[in-house]
Nanobody, 115 residues
Framework: VQLQASGGGLVQAGGSLRLSCAAS????????MGWFRQAPGKEREFVAA????????YYGDSVKGRFTISRGNAKNAVYLQMNSLKPEDTAVYYC?????????WGQGTLVTVSS
């Protein structure tokens, strides 16, 4: 199974970006999909997650009210709509898929927010 993340880039503070993550290469019986991020010199931080049917979502405290996670209809994709971006949101964003037996990770996409 491979995860391909995309949508990162450079944006000014207050702007928006939408990250996408598509899974391929096999049938995934996911429990949850989501995003972590890692800023330079910092530990990886939980951003958001969504349950297998899209009915339950979780957010890190630093992004609540600004970011929205959603899943594609085929349930092999996950999206992160990021609004009101702040310079402290600058990081590499990693998507993941968690199954009952393992977790798959994408390669990361860089988000840079300028002040």
């Amino acid at each position: 199974v491979q995860l391909q993340a995309s949508g990162g880039g450079l944006v000014q503070a207050g702007g928006s970006l939408r990250l996408s993550c598509a899974a391929s290469g096999g049938t995934i019986s996911s429990v949850a999909m989501g995003w972590f991020r890692q800023a330079p010199g910092k530990e990886r931080e939980f951003v958001a997650a969504i349950g297998w049917n899209g009915g339950i979502t979780y957010y890190g405290d630093s992004v609540k009210g600004r970011f929205t996670i959603s899943r594609g209809n085929a349930k092999n994709a996950v999206y992160l709509q990021m609004n009101s971006l702040k310079p402290e949101d600058t990081a590499v964003y990693y998507c993941y898929v968690r199954t009952l037996s393992t977790t798959y990770w994408g390669q990361g996409t860089l988000v840079t927010v300028s002040s």
